[in-house]
């Protein structure tokens, strides 16, 4: 686990207020302020997969971040549902082996949930897109198949 302090990127108080509440929602509360520019911090890089490339990626899940009616909706064939703001609730339920794939529908609620599932000491990688960005990628090869 994680415990390092976490720092917010903001624009400003309200945008970094907003980012801490829904932090707190999925049990991150840990934080001790924000910047409103990165330069001159050190920088990490969240891992990624392209919806192209997903298939090829062993995952040991496929976790679909947004509500239950969403999900119902429509999502990637083989996830499986679990809401952005329970996650850690469920860390039990979720394979400490392997990567999880982790995705919503443009990528707001998958950043949270992903952050605080590594700080869980999780290996997460998300979704290029998210769910939106692997519908483009369907219908790209779909029009690209005669």
Partial sequence: TDTRPVVLLARGPEQ???????????GVDDVVGYVTT???LPL???????PRDLD????????????RSEH????????????AG?????????????TIVTFCQTGVRNAVASSALRRAGFDVVELE????????EQQRSSAATP
Avoid: C, K
């Fill in 56 to 67: 090829d990626l062993d995952a040991a899940l496929l976790l679909d971040v947004r509500n």
């Fill in 44 to 50: 990490r890089a969240v891992p990624t997969v392209a």
């Fill in 86 to 98: 329970r996650v850690l609730w469920h860390q039990d339920e979720l394979p400490r082996e392997g």
């Fill in 129 to 136: 897109g998210s769910y939106a960005g692997w519908l483009e």
């Fill in 72 to 83: 119902t909706a429509g999502t990637i064939p083989g996830a499986q549902q679990l809401s």
């Fill in 38 to 40: 990165l330069d001159g």
């Fill in 16 to 26: 970094a207020q907003a980012v801490w509440d829904h932090l707190v929602r999925v």
